[in-house]
């Protein structure tokens, strides 16, 4: 009898754990790993090139608004440093930051304000 309760009972023994594979175990990190940069971080690195392309593309008589929503027209732009001087009057300048340059008069603004994003 011991010859037919072998196999009986062998049969009948539990699977032992199996292996899974790493790549699959992976593959769905991966897969959201991917659509978060494809649907974040590339739209974001775009737009923070076209930012940076705007601002240092800004020259002497060019007719602006800050991201504050003061007009004017820029009157000397430094080099050296990050900041261009507007003039938003008769005989009124200010010197700001090209940070502060939200985009050209009757345009739409290249700079995306904090607050419109709310």
Do not use: H
């Not at 790993?33 to 974040?40: E, G, N, S």
């Not at 732009?77 to 700001?96: H, L, M, N, P, S």
């Amino acid at each position: 009898m011991t010859d037919v309760t072998a196999p009986f009972l062998l049969a009948m023994a539990q699977p032992g754990p199996q292996q899974t594979n790493l790549l699959v175990q992976l593959f769905p990190f991966a897969l959201m790993l991917l659509i978060f940069y494809v649907l974040v971080l590339m739209p974001m690195r775009k737009r923070q090139k076209k930012v940076q392309e705007f601002q240092a593309g800004i020259k002497v008589g060019d007719k602006v608004i800050l991201t504050g929503g003061i007009y004017g027209q820029v009157t000397r732009v430094t080099d050296g440093t990050q900041t261009v001087q507007i003039q938003i009057a008769d005989k009124v300048r200010v010197e700001v930051a090209r940070a502060a340059v939200a985009g050209y008069q009757g345009q739409e603004p290249v700079v995306q304000s904090d607050s419109s994003s709310l």
